[in-house]
Every structure is written in C-alpha cells, then in structure tokens.
C-alpha cells in the first residue's frame, strides 16, 4: 500500500477549484445545507485552499467547495455547554436538580465526562460540585444496573 493510500487525501491532493468559481461562499447551497451543523459542532468553515491535514475538505457536484476545521474537544465541551444554555434559555446553573440531572445524562451521551476536566467543567457550568456530578452519574448508572 502506498503512503497516500494510508492517509485520507489533503487539499494539495485534490484538484484546484475551477477557474471562474469562488472556492469559498457563504451562499453557496451546500454551505447553507452543512452550516447548521457545522455551528452545532462549534467547528468552523474554511475556503478548501486554507485546508490543512486535519481538516475535512467538502465538494460539491466533484469541485471542492469548502473546508471544515473541527474543534479541539475542551473547545467542543465549551460549545455543548453554551448550546444547552441557550436550549434552556437560562444559566445552566439555575436550572433545578431534575433538569441538572437530565444535562449530566445528556453530557455523558455526548462522551463530556471522557474529555479531560470534563466533570469539573460540566460542575462549574451546572454550580454544583464534582461530587454532585458524581452523584447524577451514579444514579444514572444504578437506574440502568450497570
């Protein structure tokens, strides 16, 4: 097997943007499709000549269109937060314990809990300590008898 073989192709592999087409524009309707979750994933949205290695380069009707560079998971986890802040239209911190503990179940299904200080952070978001954390994780776990 050959080395390109082994690694998923990058922007220098790929053939140039047509002459005449912009490489990257927000109106263009795939960008507008992949957008939505683009945001959601708090990732961000490069023209494809600005694609480096660990980026995902999209085309469209086999033109490259656009780039993704996803996040760093702490940044994702920052991101999850706040997109849940807003889903509740408060601080996560004011939510009462039963909405805390349907978060913490969210979060874990999410892989939170497998970033580091992913528990500290979620603790720090929700206003409870480590241990309450903790507490909901267990609970979740004993109502499942795992």
Do not use: C
Not at 29 to 54: C, H, N, T, Y
């Amino acid at each position: 097997m050959t080395e390109s073989a082994d690694r998923p192709p990058v922007a220098a592999d790929r053939p140039p943007v047509a002459p005449g087409h912009p490489p990257f524009t927000v109106d263009h309707p795939f960008v507008s499709a992949v957008k939505p979750l683009v945001d959601a994933m708090g990732a961000e949205l490069l023209g494809p000549e600005q694609a480096q290695p660990d980026d995902v380069v999209l085309a469209w009707e086999g033109q490259d269109v656009i780039a993704v560079r996803l996040p760093q998971l702490s940044d994702s986890l920052d991101h999850i937060l706040a997109a849940m802040e807003r889903r509740h239209g408060m601080p996560l911190a004011d939510l009462d314990r039963k909405a805390k503990q349907s978060v913490v179940r969210t979060l874990e299904a999410r892989g939170a809990f497998s970033v580091r200080h992913g528990v500290e952070t979620v603790a720090g978001a929700l206003g409870v300590s480590r241990f309450t954390v903790y507490n909901y994780l267990n609970r979740e776990h004993s109502a499942k008898g795992e």
